[in-house]
């Protein structure tokens, strides 16, 4: 009795193996390439959302600052600032129109389309910085969620109280 004994004699792979890789590996790259367009605009969110904050921050530190024109209601509603006193030693309203036209100014070149607000509400200070996260060209303040309609919108509540200076 002979016994055949079957050996191959393929040496490489076939077109069909090729294929299937290549399809497998353009599916993976393009996944990464999906997922790195995700990660750029999740940190730029991020980014947006930090300097809101931070924004937010340095107006109620300005405030706290010049209490007094806190106090006396100078910053509240103040959007229309541009042209800012120039004085060495400033009145508390003078000091509120440079703090207010020097936080409008970083809103706009720090965020897309970015501004602000502050408004007094009872014992507390509303700061609201608003700017065109998805970049649809809102105008809208309402901060509904809608970016087709509204600014995205950070609002911080704070209070600022008058701090007395000794004489």
Not at 17 to 31: C, H, N, P, R
Not at 99 to 104: F, L, P, T
Not at 114 to 135: C, I, M
Request: charged share 20%.
């Amino acid at each position: 009795m002979h016994v055949r004994r079957f050996s191959s004699h393929q040496k490489g792979f076939t077109l069909f193996e090729i294929v299937v890789a290549v399809a497998v590996l353009a599916i993976g790259l393009l996944s990464l390439a999906a997922l790195q367009t995700l990660n750029l605009r999740t940190d730029h969110q991020a980014y947006s959302w930090t300097v809101a904050n931070l924004q937010a921050s340095n107006i109620i530190a300005r405030m706290r600052a010049n209490s007094e024109g806190a106090a006396a209601g100078y910053y509240a509603d103040r959007t229309d600032v541009t042209d800012p006193p120039t004085c060495r030693v400033c009145s508390p309203f003078d000091q509120a129109t440079r703090d207010i036209a020097a936080w409008h100014e970083a809103n706009k070149r720090l965020l897309p389309a970015g501004s602000g607000v502050v408004k007094a509400k009872g014992n507390l200070w509303q700061v609201t910085v608003f700017w065109d996260e998805a970049r649809t060209g809102a105008t809208g303040q309402a901060c509904s969620g809608d970016p087709e309609m509204d600014l995205q919108c950070f609002i911080l509540y704070s209070a600022v109280k008058r701090v007395s200076t000794p004489e």
